[in-house]
Each structure stands twice: as structure tokens, then as C-alpha cells.
């Protein structure tokens, strides 16, 4: 018997953290074979080629610092819903860009966090968190305000050991490959400490030029100087801009990079004239391109950067439809990702085409859509994906990596698009010990879909067995080259 505590009263409970059907159907004969599909899924090794874990863990290999450092400070998942409950940011331990005071002590965040904790029910950080609560540490309880320092006394005794360290992890999780998210201008330093250290774990890097394909990013003039220096080219010109890029990502692709990653405001993409492509570039470098402008030329660089995946071989991925940093107050003192970022409204049939015509009936190249806009699925995404050879669509993402949003995603995809012009799964997550929870929601998911279409006489069993493993594995490994 447990105390769970609700913030207004207490109330007696006796329930596991996780419930063994999680995410299955309720009709029995239904439930059933989602259970028979998922158990020859469940164990798979997990291929992330999307995310964004921090590749100095793998690199140095060290102890997390304490249990709030770990599931409190650095998720945006955790601390946007605290703070929409009126929690300050500083509270939660979340380091300030204006250089001004945070709370330091773990354990003083871990209580509020604890305390807090009956905000999630429902949601999917819940299900991640108590994954990683049961399965990783082993608790039987619930997290509340009366078990809150056995759960932090238990955490942070079992991260100064080695098993808990991020390569031991590695192997625990069963992780095949990993793929961080690194600026087109970072050194890889910590791939190549990874690389030296002879260690059999796979992280690899792929290639995030926002900082230098994007005019309205902070720096951009400066930033595509460092660009040239780093690459010997002239990117004072267009020929040699492009260039720099050319060499920046096989210098990645050395440390087994297989994508790039383009996080823009709108899917827009361009496919103008060189001279006038050059004429755009030269006013990007002045400072003087409006609104207008800057999209469009983070529209020709997305064509620009198809071009040169057809060259090197890389997986080319669009993550547009963030209106990011929506609050400026937080921004100027906290800086970038700090759970601001708001979905909007994104066009993509007419946005896509100038990029589709100049190469999406080239086999050769794969280019993976990502949307924050439901809407999109049905009407736009799923019947582009399902004619164009390049055009793949990539999992229910961010707001929408959900149980309910993986669901829907399956449902208004499927029927044009069918299963193999998607991607399979990744979890794009900073919070590494989420990543086995997140593609165990999405392996469930699946196969209680799968399951549906069985028992509704829309797929035969045996094929159902066979697209489980291609959602849960194959798919993911294929799609990203790995």
C-alpha cells in the first residue's frame, strides 16, 4: 500500500508504475496478438539515427552529476509543464544565459520536482519517466513527496557506479547506433576522443548548418566566416560558400555521418537561377535581407543541400513548423530550447515542389519530412511521400511523440502512403535514459495497430509479424543508411 500525493489530498493506492498491456487494445482477441507481436519486437536493438544526446558522455564517459541533472534540469518535457504551472525556471535549476542566480541543490529541485510530479499524469513524459524509474532503477513505487529522497538517495548511489555511466548504458539499452545533432562549424572533438578510445559503441554525427544556411540566426555573417577558415574556401562568394559545405560534410561523413538535419521556420524550399542565388547569398552577408528573403534563402540552401546529397550519399532531413522562442522574456534570460518552441501552421505541397521537381524523382536521394501540423498528414504529406521516390515521411515528432500522435499518425499515413515511404522510429531526444521507454511506446503503438488491421481483415497475420520487425528495426536502419 502507497501514499500517492495529488497536491490537494492524499489518496491509498496499489498499482504498478507500468502496466504490462500499456498501450494495447481493449478487445481481448485484439490484445492478444498485439501482445504476440510485440514480443518479437520488444528486445530488438534500438537504431537512433535522429537525436540529440550530448556525444561528450560517450566521449568521456563520466557519472551523471545527480538525479535532477539527470530527469529535471535539462528536458524541456519536464521543466515547460512545471513552468506552465506557474514554477520558475530557476527553481528547476535551469541555467540562465543572462549569467544571473539558479538553484543549485539537487535534492531542493528533486522535492519540487516530486512534489509536482501528478502534472504529468496522462502524458507521455510520464510513461518515459516511469519506464526509466522501473526498468533502469528499479522502484515499485510511485515518485511522490513522501518517497522523493529514497527515489534521489537510490538514483544518485546507483550513478556513481559503472554500470550507470553512458557506455555501459549504451550496451544495457541495447543501442545499435546513435546518431547526435552537431553544427555544421563544431570540431567533433568528442567523435573523435570516441573514435580514439577504441570503444565498439557507435555515435556518429550528422550535419546541422542552421547556423550558417539561416540568415536570421543569431551571428550568421560571423558564422559563415568561421565556415571558410575552417574550410580554406572563399565564402565571401557563392561558388565558394557552397563549396565550404561541400568539404564540411565529408569531413563529417569521415566520422560516420549519414544525414543532414535542417531545422526551419516553414518547409519552403527554392530552386533558383546561380546568379541569382549568388545575388540572394551576397545580401544575406550584408544584413540586409528582410523577412521574405532569409526564407527564401534557407529555401534554395535545402535544394542546394539535396543536390550535394545526391554528391556524398547524405540523408537529408527537414524538421520545419517550430515557431521557436515564442516568449521573449524567456529567451533573453534563458536563451534557446527552453520549451518555448510552439507549433504552427505549415504548407508543404507548395512548399516542397521547387525542391521535388529539380530532384524528387531521383531514387538516389532520400529526403525525410517531419511535421508539427497534424493537419498535413492526410491532405498533403502522405500522397507526396506516396508518389515521390525521394520523399519519405519521418515519425510522429516532438509534440506529437505520443502514444495518441503515433496512433494517429499510422492511421493518416497509411492508407496512401502505405508503411514503406516512412521511416520506422526515432526518438530525437536530449534525455538519453528516455530512449528505451520512447521506442517501447512506439514499438506498442505499432503493434496495436497492426493487430487492428489484422483483426479487421485489412492485413493478413503473417504480414503483420513481418512490417512489426520493419517499424521496430529495419525501416529506421534502412532509410538512414546505417
Excluded at 275 to 304: I, N, P, V, Y
Excluded at 338 to 353: E, H, Q, S
Excluded at 364 to 380: C, G, H, K, N, P
Excluded at 409 to 421: K, L, P, S, V
Aim: charged share 25%.
Amino acid at each position: 500500500m502507497i501514499i500517492a500525493e495529488t497536491g490537494q489530498r492524499e489518496v491509498k493506492t496499489q498499482v504498478p508504475l507500468l502496466h504490462p498491456d500499456r498501450l494495447f487494445p481493449l478487445e481481448p482477441s485484439t490484445r492478444g496478438l498485439a501482445r504476440g507481436l510485440y514480443a518479437t519486437v520488444a528486445d530488438l536493438p534500438i537504431i537512433s539515427p535522429h537525436g540529440h544526446t550530448d556525444p561528450r558522455w560517450f566521449a568521456m564517459d563520466e557519472a551523471f552529476p545527480d538525479p535532477a541533472q539527470l530527469f529535471v534540469t535539462p528536458d524541456h518535457y519536464v521543466f515547460r509543464m512545471l513552468c506552465s504551472q506557474g514554477i520558475s525556471l530557476t527553481d528547476l535549476g535551469v541555467p540562465r544565459a543572462d549569467g544571473g542566480p539558479t538553484e543549485t541543490d539537487g535534492r531542493k529541485i528533486w522535492h519540487l520536482f516530486a512534489a509536482n510530479y501528478h502534472l504529468f499524469r496522462g502524458t507521455p513524459s510520464r510513461l518515459w519517466l516511469d519506464h526509466a524509474f522501473e526498468t533502469i532503477f528499479g522502484f515499485d513505487n510511485p515518485l511522490t513527496v513522501h518517497t522523493a529522497d529514497d527515489y534521489y538517495d537510490r538514483i544518485a548511489a546507483a550513478l556513481q557506479t559503472p554500470a550507470f555511466r553512458p557506455r555501459a548504458l549504451y550496451d544495457r539499452f541495447k543501442i545499435e547506433v546513435i546518431s547526435t545533432t552537431d553544427s555544421a562549424l563544431d570540431d567533433l572533438k568528442w567523435h573523435q576522443m570516441i573514435r580514439d578510445s577504441g570503444w565498439h559503441g557507435r555515435v556518429i554525427p550528422a550535419y546541422r548548418p542552421d547556423a550558417v544556411v539561416d540568415p536570421e540566426f543569431a551571428g550568421f555573417v560571423e558564422n559563415v566566416q568561421t565556415l571558410g577558415a575552417l574550410t580554406g574556401e572563399n565564402t565571401a562568394t557563392w561558388a565558394g560558400y557552397l563549396a565550404a559545405h561541400r568539404a564540411r560534410r565529408q569531413y563529417f561523413k569521415g566520422f560516420g555521418c549519414t544525414s543532414s538535419d535542417h531545422g526551419h521556420a516553414t518547409a519552403r524550399t527554392e530552386d533558383l537561377p546561380q546568379d541569382e542565388a549568388a545575388l540572394l547569398f551576397q545580401k544575406a552577408l550584408s544584413g540586409k535581407c528582410t523577412a521574405e528573403e532569409a526564407d527564401a534563402f534557407r529555401g534554395q540552401m535545402l535544394t542546394e543541400m539535396a543536390r550535394m546529397s545526391l554528391d556524398d550519399g547524405l540523408v537529408l532531413q527537414i524538421h520545419p513548423g517550430s515557431r521557436r522562442n515564442h516568449s521573449s522574456p524567456v529567451m533573453a534570460q534563458f536563451g534557446r530550447d527552453k520549451g518555448f518552441d510552439i507549433p504552427g501552421r505549415t504548407d508543404y505541397v507548395a512548399a516542397l515542389r521547387p525542391l521535388l521537381n529539380a530532384v524528387g524523382m531521383d531514387p538516389r536521394l532520400s529526403v525525410i519530412v517531419f511535421t508539427l501540423d497534424e493537419t498535413s498528414y492526410a491532405r498533403e504529406l502522405a500522397p507526396l511521400a506516396g508518389v515521390y521516390p525521394a520523399l519519405k515521411l519521418g515519425p510522429a515528432w516532438w509534440f506529437h511523440d505520443s502514444p495518441e500522435g503515433m496512433r494517429r499518425f499510422r492511421e493518416m499515413t497509411t492508407e496512401t502512403a502505405g508503411f514503406y515511404n516512412t521511416v520506422g522510429f526515432n526518438d530525437d531526444t536530449r534525455a538519453y535514459l528516455s530512449i528505451p521507454a520512447r521506442h517501447d511506446v512506439a514499438r506498442r503503438v505499432d503493434c496495436a495497430y497492426l493487430a487492428t488491421l489484422v483483426q479487421t481483415g485489412r492485413l493478413g497475420e503473417h504480414d503483420a509479424y513481418e512490417v512489426a520487425q520493419d517499424l521496430s528495426y529495419r525501416l529506421a536502419k534502412q532509410a538512414y543508411r546505417l
